[in-house]
């Protein structure tokens, strides 16, 4: 029986995470317009709940006009189910072509808490369940 192999599925942005001697490759939100295409991620892994990990996300800035953002960075907080391999959560944090500032600390976790906060410096504070559901702090 001839014919065409179907095509292969189209894959999202994504992000690999390696955690326990696991490897995963994570579809995530992501702005791609603003990605550098030769800049690579850096992951942070801020706090790790059974079957769940807090990130920082941080890659290049794609260069803008006027040399605007030739060194900046774009960071997201991303919340990530491990077992199932997919984002919960995801809220940029810093961008140097939208004038995103985090505040200091960007994720606030309070051991024993079912919530962490992430603050930016305008907009305020989130709280965010580590089942993703978000309140305004």
């Known amino acids: 029986m001839g014919g065409q192999n179907p095509p292969e599925p189209q894959v999202g942005p994504a992000i690999t995470l390696a955690e326990a001697g696991v490897t995963r490759r994570v579809a ?3 702005a791609a317009d603003l990605v550098d295409a030769a800049a690579s991620h850096k992951i942070e892994v ?4 059974p079957g769940r990990l807090v990130v920082l996300d941080s890659y290049a800035s794609r260069p803008a006009a006027m040399s605007r953002c030739q060194a900046g960075q774009e ?3 991303r919340l ?3 077992p199932l391999g997919r984002e919960l959560f ?3 944090v810093e961008s140097c072509l939208h004038d995103i500032e985090p505040a200091d600390p960007i994720v606030t976790y309070r051991p024993g808490d079912d919530r962490f906060d992430v603050a930016l410096l305008s907009g305020g504070a989130k709280s965010v369940g580590f089942d ?3 309140a305004k702090r």
């Open 28 to 30: 995530v939100a992501l």
């Open 46 to 49: 801020l706090v790790r709940r």
């Open 75 to 77: 960071r997201w907080v």
């Open 80 to 82: 990530i189910d491990w």
């Open 90 to 92: 995801a809220e940029q």
């Open 132 to 134: 993703g559901s978000v």
